[in-house]
């Protein structure tokens, strides 16, 4: 049973569109939410991350919008670039978890045509 | 600056074989952590460390053993391959486990047991 749904599954847009993924949680104890960003054949890396004291928070063309009383948020990509092709993760913690674990959603393929 | 290495990067066994899976990190990470990455499911937990000697089951341990003897390797094994651990299997880790700690994945393990 996954904590954190993600959707969609996979994305096409066309170069300098805005590619939007969703997540939704259950668990209210869940304080941080990081995005990682996946290229082929490589390891996910952090993008952005997120608190849910801010409704939003932006770096370059990447923002997350968070919307706590849902249980929801989002990662908007601004002016879409071949470049940001790649596999979306979102990410949830708990502030108590000692051990830093992450629950994670089940990834979004994002395809930028030219 | 390697950062975290694993190896060996493909790797195709039989069912019912023993197989081991390497990550080293150079960063003198305390805590490790062990991901399986399929479609449909995203990022999986397998099992974590949070120092040498001390670690504990993920949400998907069955039919894995981890082992920590020293800081920087966390070695995976897969007592008796089955095809169902066909998979992509990622080592992260993270210089502690406070909130907002980014995790650094590896750059992936391809497992394909016949």
């Known amino acids: 049973q996954q904590q954190v749904k993600q959707s969609p599954q996979s994305l096409i847009v066309q170069k300098g569109g805005i590619s939007i993924i969703n997540c939704a949680y259950e668990?209210?104890?869940?304080?941080?939410f990081p995005w990682y960003q996946q290229f082929p054949g490589k390891g996910p890396a952090l993008l952005i991350a997120?608190?849910?004291?801010?409704s939003e928070k932006k770096e370059g063309r990447f923002t997350i919008s968070f919307n706590k009383s849902a249980k929801q948020f989002s990662l908007h990509i601004m002016d879409s670039q071949p470049g940001d092709s790649a596999t979306y993760f979102c990410a949830a913690s708990k502030p108590r978890d000692s051990w830093g674990k992450f629950q994670f959603g089940a990834g979004t393929q994002v395809v930028v045509t030219p | 600056d390697a950062g975290i290495t694993q190896s060996p990067r493909y790797k195709i066994t039989e069912t019912g074989r023993q197989v081991t899976l390497m990550c080293h990190q150079t960063w003198s990470h305390s805590y490790m952590f062990w991901y399986r990455q399929d479609l449909g499911h995203g990022l999986r937990l397998i099992y974590y460390?949070?120092?040498?000697?001390?670690?504990d089951k993920g949400e998907v341990p069955d039919g894995y053993v981890v082992s920590r003897s020293k800081t920087e390797n966390f070695p995976l094994t897969l007592e008796s391959a089955t095809r169902s651990q066909t998979s992509v299997y990622f080592c992260?880790?993270?210089?502690?486990?406070?909130?907002?700690?980014?995790?650094?994945f590896g750059p992936g393990t391809r497992l394909l047991v016949l």
């Open positions: 668990n209210t104890a869940f304080d941080y």
């Open positions: 460390s949070a120092a040498a000697d001390i670690t």
């Open positions: 992260a880790s993270s210089e502690s486990a406070g909130l907002q700690e980014t995790q650094y």
């Open positions: 997120i608190r849910p004291d801010v």
